[in-house]
């Protein structure tokens, strides 16, 4: 059982950059791979970037790469999503999920553990 913190997110203009963090609890981090989703009302939770559980591969949705950066600290329990470049766009909660797997999945309904969600707004 993986329990997920975040911290991080709120308020910056268009261009400016914020990290957020995702700090686990139980011993299982390392064997767990990870995933940020974001979600806007009324739409369905989108996929942002994704973790294996050893941190060796990585991915993006297509709209952020080039601009935000996924990592994870095994030793530190938690892991970041920086976000660079801000657009109005990406405005939306943004979410860390885990999964007991070595490896991540685009898909929400295939995570077992989410954070509690944190408000990102980029104002234009």
Do not use: H
Request: with cysteine.
């Amino acid at each position: 059982q993986v329990q997920l913190v975040q911290s991080g997110g709120g308020l910056v203009q268009a261009g400016g950059s914020l990290r957020l963090s995702c700090a686990a609890s139980g011993r299982t981090f390392s064997s767990t791979s990870l995933g940020w989703f974001r979600q806007i009302p009324g739409k369905e939770r989108e996929f942002v970037a994704g973790i294996t559980s050893t941190g060796g591969s990585l991915s993006y949705a297509e709209s952020v790469q080039g601009r935000f950066s996924i990592s994870r600290d095994n030793a530190k329990n938690t892991a970041y999503l920086q976000m660079n470049s801000l657009k109005a766009e990406d405005t939306a909660v943004y979410f860390c999920a885990g999964k007991p797997s070595k490896y991540y999945s685009r898909y929400p309904t295939d995570f077992d553990y989410w954070g509690q969600g944190t408000q990102v707004t980029v104002s234009s």
